[in-house]
Protein backbone atom coordinates (compact mmCIF):
# COMPACT_ATOMS: atom_id res chain seq x y z
CA UNK A 1 0.00 0.00 0.00
CA UNK A 2 2.98 2.34 1.42
CA UNK A 3 4.87 1.56 -1.89
CA UNK A 4 2.09 2.37 -4.12
CA UNK A 5 1.05 5.42 -2.82
CA UNK A 6 4.44 6.46 -3.31
CA UNK A 7 4.61 5.46 -7.21
CA UNK A 8 1.56 7.16 -7.56
CA UNK A 9 2.61 10.37 -6.58
CA UNK A 10 5.86 10.02 -8.61
CA UNK A 11 4.01 9.23 -11.15
CA UNK A 12 1.35 12.40 -10.64
CA UNK A 13 4.18 14.72 -10.60
CA UNK A 14 5.90 13.10 -13.71
CA UNK A 15 2.80 13.73 -15.85
CA UNK A 16 1.65 17.05 -14.12
CA UNK A 17 3.17 19.86 -16.26
CA UNK A 18 4.47 22.91 -13.81
CA UNK A 19 2.00 25.99 -14.08
CA UNK A 20 4.39 28.26 -12.70
CA UNK A 21 7.51 28.09 -11.55
CA UNK A 22 9.82 30.29 -9.01
CA UNK A 23 11.77 31.56 -11.73
CA UNK A 24 8.49 34.28 -12.46
CA UNK A 25 9.57 35.55 -9.09
CA UNK A 26 12.22 37.55 -7.98
CA UNK A 27 11.76 38.30 -4.16
CA UNK A 28 11.37 41.67 -2.18
CA UNK A 29 14.97 42.35 -2.04
CA UNK A 30 15.73 42.43 -5.61
CA UNK A 31 13.18 45.26 -5.96
CA UNK A 32 14.39 47.07 -3.09
CA UNK A 33 17.26 47.24 -5.01
CA UNK A 34 15.99 49.45 -7.34
CA UNK A 35 13.51 50.97 -4.68
CA UNK A 36 15.28 51.11 -1.49
CA UNK A 37 12.75 53.70 0.30
CA UNK A 38 9.67 51.14 -0.32
CA UNK A 39 11.85 48.60 1.09
CA UNK A 40 12.56 50.23 4.20
CA UNK A 41 9.50 51.70 4.71
CA UNK A 42 7.49 47.80 3.93
CA UNK A 43 10.45 46.32 6.29
CA UNK A 44 8.73 48.27 9.04
CA UNK A 45 4.94 46.72 8.95
CA UNK A 46 3.56 43.70 9.83
CA UNK A 47 3.68 42.30 6.11
CA UNK A 48 7.08 41.92 6.64
CA UNK A 49 7.17 39.87 9.82
CA UNK A 50 4.48 37.20 8.73
CA UNK A 51 7.15 34.59 9.53
CA UNK A 52 7.24 35.24 13.66
CA UNK A 53 3.54 34.53 13.74
CA UNK A 54 4.40 30.84 13.26
CA UNK A 55 6.39 28.69 15.72
CA UNK A 56 7.64 26.57 13.14
CA UNK A 57 7.27 26.30 9.19
CA UNK A 58 3.45 27.37 8.35
CA UNK A 59 1.16 25.36 6.41
CA UNK A 60 0.74 25.89 2.60
CA UNK A 61 -2.96 26.79 3.49
CA UNK A 62 -1.73 29.58 5.90
CA UNK A 63 0.30 30.81 3.17
CA UNK A 64 -1.97 31.78 0.57
CA UNK A 65 -2.13 35.35 2.77
CA UNK A 66 0.75 35.00 5.15
CA UNK A 67 3.33 34.49 2.02
CA UNK A 68 3.93 35.36 -1.44
CA UNK A 69 3.78 33.26 -4.21
CA UNK A 70 1.12 31.48 -5.60
CA UNK A 71 0.14 29.03 -2.31
CA UNK A 72 -1.87 26.68 -1.51
CA UNK A 73 -1.29 25.58 -5.37
CA UNK A 74 1.62 26.51 -6.48
CA UNK A 75 5.48 27.82 -5.00
CA UNK A 76 6.09 29.77 -2.10
CA UNK A 77 8.58 32.46 -2.68
CA UNK A 78 8.96 33.79 1.16
CA UNK A 79 7.13 33.55 4.58
CA UNK A 80 6.19 37.35 4.27
CA UNK A 81 3.52 39.64 2.63
CA UNK A 82 6.14 40.77 0.21
CA UNK A 83 6.79 43.66 -2.81
CA UNK A 84 5.49 40.88 -5.24
CA UNK A 85 1.93 39.82 -3.40
CA UNK A 86 0.54 43.40 -4.08
CA UNK A 87 2.64 44.27 -7.27
CA UNK A 88 2.40 40.35 -9.15
CA UNK A 89 5.29 38.34 -9.52
CA UNK A 90 8.31 40.26 -11.29
CA UNK A 91 10.91 38.61 -12.79
CA UNK A 92 9.36 39.76 -16.03
CA UNK A 93 9.10 43.45 -15.19
CA UNK A 94 11.32 44.13 -12.70
CA UNK A 95 14.12 45.53 -15.18
CA UNK A 96 14.92 49.14 -15.86
CA UNK A 97 14.02 50.20 -18.87
CA UNK A 98 10.86 47.63 -18.58
CA UNK A 99 9.52 49.36 -15.54
CA UNK A 100 10.21 53.19 -17.17
CA UNK A 101 7.46 52.21 -19.46
CA UNK A 102 4.34 51.41 -17.56
CA UNK A 103 2.07 49.90 -20.52
CA UNK A 104 5.08 47.27 -20.78
CA UNK A 105 5.71 46.92 -17.50
CA UNK A 106 1.48 45.87 -16.39
CA UNK A 107 1.71 43.71 -20.06
CA UNK A 108 4.47 42.00 -18.12
CA UNK A 109 2.78 41.04 -14.45
CA UNK A 110 2.79 43.99 -12.67
CA UNK A 111 -0.51 44.58 -10.78
CA UNK A 112 -2.16 48.18 -11.92
CA UNK A 113 -3.21 49.54 -8.53
CA UNK A 114 -4.00 53.14 -9.71
CA UNK A 115 -7.19 53.36 -9.34
CA UNK A 116 -8.96 52.49 -5.52
CA UNK A 117 -11.06 49.54 -6.96
CA UNK A 118 -7.78 47.98 -8.36
CA UNK A 119 -6.29 48.56 -4.72
CA UNK A 120 -9.30 47.36 -2.93
CA UNK A 121 -9.27 44.29 -4.93
CA UNK A 122 -5.79 43.32 -4.21
CA UNK A 123 -6.20 43.89 -0.68
CA UNK A 124 -9.76 41.65 -0.31
CA UNK A 125 -7.59 38.64 -1.91
CA UNK A 126 -7.03 38.53 1.91
CA UNK A 127 -8.05 40.80 3.81
CA UNK A 128 -11.50 39.45 3.93
CA UNK A 129 -12.14 40.21 7.81
CA UNK A 130 -12.04 43.39 9.74
CA UNK A 131 -9.00 44.07 11.55
CA UNK A 132 -9.49 43.98 15.22
CA UNK A 133 -12.47 45.95 15.97
CA UNK A 134 -11.75 48.12 13.14
CA UNK A 135 -12.87 47.77 9.48
CA UNK A 136 -10.55 47.14 6.70
CA UNK A 137 -9.15 49.86 5.53
CA UNK A 138 -8.10 49.23 1.77
CA UNK A 139 -6.37 52.99 1.12
CA UNK A 140 -3.70 52.45 4.34
CA UNK A 141 -0.27 53.74 3.51
CA UNK A 142 1.52 49.49 2.84
CA UNK A 143 5.16 51.82 2.38
CA UNK A 144 5.00 55.31 3.25
CA UNK A 145 7.68 57.14 1.66
CA UNK A 146 8.42 60.03 2.88
CA UNK A 147 8.95 63.24 -0.02
C1 LIG B 1 16.69 47.47 -12.07
C2 LIG B 1 15.87 48.36 -11.29
C3 LIG B 1 14.46 47.95 -10.92
C4 LIG B 1 14.06 46.76 -10.35
C5 LIG B 1 14.88 45.51 -10.04
C6 LIG B 1 12.65 46.93 -10.04
N1 LIG B 1 12.23 48.18 -10.40
FE1 LIG B 1 10.37 48.95 -10.13
N2 LIG B 1 10.89 50.62 -11.17
C7 LIG B 1 12.15 50.88 -11.66
C8 LIG B 1 12.11 52.12 -12.41
C9 LIG B 1 13.29 52.78 -13.11
C10 LIG B 1 10.76 52.58 -12.35
C11 LIG B 1 10.17 53.81 -13.00
C12 LIG B 1 10.35 54.95 -12.05
C13 LIG B 1 9.82 56.20 -12.63
O1 LIG B 1 9.38 56.22 -13.78
O2 LIG B 1 9.87 57.20 -11.89
C14 LIG B 1 10.03 51.62 -11.55
C15 LIG B 1 8.69 51.73 -11.21
C16 LIG B 1 8.01 50.88 -10.36
C17 LIG B 1 6.65 51.06 -9.90
C18 LIG B 1 5.73 52.20 -10.26
C19 LIG B 1 5.03 51.80 -11.53
C20 LIG B 1 3.96 52.78 -11.94
O3 LIG B 1 4.04 53.27 -13.07
O4 LIG B 1 3.07 53.02 -11.15
C21 LIG B 1 6.35 50.00 -9.08
C22 LIG B 1 5.04 49.72 -8.38
C23 LIG B 1 7.53 49.16 -9.05
N3 LIG B 1 8.51 49.72 -9.82
C24 LIG B 1 7.60 47.98 -8.34
C25 LIG B 1 8.67 47.07 -8.46
C26 LIG B 1 8.65 45.74 -7.90
C27 LIG B 1 7.51 45.14 -7.11
C28 LIG B 1 9.84 45.17 -8.23
C29 LIG B 1 10.31 43.75 -7.94
C30 LIG B 1 9.55 42.69 -8.56
C31 LIG B 1 10.60 46.15 -8.98
N4 LIG B 1 9.85 47.29 -9.10
C32 LIG B 1 11.89 45.95 -9.44
C33 LIG B 1 13.27 50.11 -11.48
C34 LIG B 1 13.30 48.82 -10.96
C1 LIG C 1 -7.57 34.52 3.59
C2 LIG C 1 -6.31 34.99 4.09
C3 LIG C 1 -5.70 34.36 5.33
C4 LIG C 1 -5.45 33.02 5.55
C5 LIG C 1 -5.72 31.85 4.62
C6 LIG C 1 -4.84 32.94 6.86
N1 LIG C 1 -4.72 34.20 7.39
FE1 LIG C 1 -3.97 34.66 9.25
N2 LIG C 1 -4.37 36.64 8.91
C7 LIG C 1 -4.83 37.16 7.72
C8 LIG C 1 -4.87 38.62 7.83
C9 LIG C 1 -5.31 39.56 6.72
C10 LIG C 1 -4.43 38.93 9.12
C11 LIG C 1 -4.25 40.33 9.74
C12 LIG C 1 -5.55 41.02 9.96
C13 LIG C 1 -6.40 40.37 11.00
O1 LIG C 1 -5.94 40.19 12.13
O2 LIG C 1 -7.55 40.04 10.66
C14 LIG C 1 -4.12 37.67 9.79
C15 LIG C 1 -3.67 37.54 11.10
C16 LIG C 1 -3.24 36.38 11.68
C17 LIG C 1 -2.70 36.26 13.02
C18 LIG C 1 -2.51 37.40 14.01
C19 LIG C 1 -3.81 37.99 14.44
C20 LIG C 1 -4.67 37.06 15.22
O3 LIG C 1 -5.85 36.88 14.84
O4 LIG C 1 -4.20 36.49 16.21
C21 LIG C 1 -2.37 34.94 13.21
C22 LIG C 1 -1.77 34.32 14.47
C23 LIG C 1 -2.73 34.23 12.00
N3 LIG C 1 -3.25 35.13 11.10
C24 LIG C 1 -2.54 32.87 11.81
C25 LIG C 1 -2.97 32.17 10.68
C26 LIG C 1 -2.80 30.73 10.51
C27 LIG C 1 -2.15 29.79 11.53
C28 LIG C 1 -3.33 30.42 9.29
C29 LIG C 1 -3.44 29.04 8.64
C30 LIG C 1 -4.16 28.05 9.41
C31 LIG C 1 -3.83 31.66 8.70
N4 LIG C 1 -3.59 32.69 9.58
C32 LIG C 1 -4.44 31.75 7.46
C33 LIG C 1 -5.19 36.46 6.60
C34 LIG C 1 -5.21 35.09 6.48
C1 LIG D 1 0.33 45.34 0.70
C2 LIG D 1 0.55 45.65 -0.70
C3 LIG D 1 1.89 46.18 -1.12
C4 LIG D 1 3.13 45.68 -0.79
C5 LIG D 1 3.46 44.50 0.09
C6 LIG D 1 4.07 46.52 -1.48
N1 LIG D 1 3.45 47.48 -2.20
FE1 LIG D 1 4.30 48.90 -3.35
N2 LIG D 1 2.51 49.82 -3.64
C7 LIG D 1 1.30 49.31 -3.20
C8 LIG D 1 0.25 50.26 -3.52
C9 LIG D 1 -1.23 50.09 -3.19
C10 LIG D 1 0.87 51.35 -4.19
C11 LIG D 1 0.24 52.63 -4.72
C12 LIG D 1 -0.08 52.47 -6.16
C13 LIG D 1 -0.63 53.75 -6.73
O1 LIG D 1 -1.19 54.55 -5.98
O2 LIG D 1 -0.47 53.94 -7.96
C14 LIG D 1 2.29 51.03 -4.27
C15 LIG D 1 3.26 51.82 -4.89
C16 LIG D 1 4.58 51.44 -5.09
C17 LIG D 1 5.55 52.18 -5.88
C18 LIG D 1 5.31 53.48 -6.63
C19 LIG D 1 5.87 54.64 -5.84
C20 LIG D 1 5.20 54.78 -4.51
O3 LIG D 1 5.90 54.68 -3.47
O4 LIG D 1 3.96 54.98 -4.46
C21 LIG D 1 6.74 51.48 -5.82
C22 LIG D 1 8.06 51.84 -6.48
C23 LIG D 1 6.49 50.30 -4.99
N3 LIG D 1 5.19 50.32 -4.57
C24 LIG D 1 7.43 49.36 -4.69
C25 LIG D 1 7.27 48.36 -3.72
C26 LIG D 1 8.34 47.53 -3.22
C27 LIG D 1 9.79 47.61 -3.68
C28 LIG D 1 7.79 46.70 -2.29
C29 LIG D 1 8.49 45.66 -1.41
C30 LIG D 1 9.66 46.11 -0.65
C31 LIG D 1 6.37 46.99 -2.22
N4 LIG D 1 6.10 48.00 -3.09
C32 LIG D 1 5.45 46.33 -1.42
C33 LIG D 1 1.10 48.12 -2.53
C34 LIG D 1 2.10 47.32 -2.00
C1 LIG E 1 -0.98 38.24 0.33
C2 LIG E 1 -1.96 38.64 1.34
C3 LIG E 1 -2.12 40.11 1.67
C4 LIG E 1 -2.36 41.17 0.82
C5 LIG E 1 -2.48 41.12 -0.71
C6 LIG E 1 -2.51 42.34 1.66
N1 LIG E 1 -2.33 42.00 2.97
FE1 LIG E 1 -2.35 43.29 4.56
N2 LIG E 1 -1.88 41.75 5.82
C7 LIG E 1 -1.78 40.42 5.45
C8 LIG E 1 -1.44 39.63 6.62
C9 LIG E 1 -1.24 38.12 6.64
C10 LIG E 1 -1.33 40.52 7.69
C11 LIG E 1 -0.98 40.17 9.12
C12 LIG E 1 0.51 40.16 9.29
C13 LIG E 1 0.90 39.83 10.71
O1 LIG E 1 0.55 40.60 11.61
O2 LIG E 1 1.55 38.80 10.92
C14 LIG E 1 -1.62 41.86 7.16
C15 LIG E 1 -1.61 43.04 7.91
C16 LIG E 1 -1.98 44.28 7.42
C17 LIG E 1 -2.02 45.48 8.21
C18 LIG E 1 -1.63 45.62 9.67
C19 LIG E 1 -2.75 45.24 10.55
C20 LIG E 1 -2.43 45.57 11.99
O3 LIG E 1 -1.97 44.67 12.70
O4 LIG E 1 -2.62 46.73 12.35
C21 LIG E 1 -2.47 46.50 7.37
C22 LIG E 1 -2.72 47.96 7.73
C23 LIG E 1 -2.68 45.91 6.06
N3 LIG E 1 -2.36 44.57 6.13
C24 LIG E 1 -3.12 46.61 4.96
C25 LIG E 1 -3.19 46.09 3.67
C26 LIG E 1 -3.58 46.86 2.50
C27 LIG E 1 -4.01 48.31 2.52
C28 LIG E 1 -3.49 46.01 1.43
C29 LIG E 1 -3.77 46.29 -0.03
C30 LIG E 1 -3.13 47.49 -0.59
C31 LIG E 1 -3.03 44.72 1.94
N4 LIG E 1 -2.88 44.82 3.29
C32 LIG E 1 -2.78 43.60 1.16
C33 LIG E 1 -1.94 39.91 4.19
C34 LIG E 1 -2.12 40.65 3.04
Known amino acids: MFRLSILLMLA ?24 PAQLAAW ?36 VEVGCEACHGAGAAYGEDDLMRDRPLALALGLTDLSTPKARA ?8 RPIGAKPFDATAPVHPVNP
Open 43 to 78: QATPHARTRARFPTAPPKACLACHGTGEAPAGPVIA
Open 12 to 35: YALVTPATASKRDWSGSAACGACH
Open 121 to 128: AVCAGCHA
